[in-house]
């Protein structure tokens, strides 16, 4: 089907910047919305933002807006989340999906059907 490998996370002090990638492979096609999730020790995973293939439409969390832009890059099968402003708050591990569409909740972990491995980002103060 599709398959989902995130890269990019790492350890880096408040203020500073990161950027995520995903890469994805097989299936593509029925692909119709990306989305970046994360998850803190002993918190439920969290919508971050969303992006729509076709048209580039993104979605954000209000936690994360103005600091955090998701993109994608057609050609090359990949989207990325560039994270600015860094707070130890945004410790968690960060997962990739893929949503084939078919709903209007961008930010529900149930409108996507394919998960990344995901990778660590560590906010030091």
């Known amino acids: 089907q599709v398959q989902l490998v995130e890269s990019g996370g790492g350890l880096v002090q408040a203020g500073g910047s990161l950027r995520l990638s995903c890469a994805a492979s097989?299936?593509?096609?029925?692909?119709?919305?990306m989305g970046w999730f994360r998850q803190a020790p002993g918190k439920e995973r969290e919508f971050v933002a969303a992006?729509?293939?076709?048209?580039?439409?993104?979605y954000y969390a209000n936690s994360v807006k103005g600091r955090f832009t998701i993109s994608r890059d057609n050609a090359e099968n990949t989207v990325y989340l560039q994270m600015n402003s860094l707070k130890p708050e945004d410790t968690a591990v960060y997962y990739c999906?893929?949503?084939?569409?078919?709903?209007?909740?961008?930010?529900?972990?149930?409108?996507?059907?394919?998960w990344g491995q995901g990778t660590q980002v560590t906010v030091s103060s």
């Open positions: 999906a893929s949503g084939s569409g078919g709903s209007r909740r961008y930010s529900a972990s149930s409108s996507y059907d394919y």
């Open positions: 992006i729509r293939w076709s048209d580039g439409n993104t």
């Open positions: 097989g299936r593509t096609f029925t692909s119709y919305r």
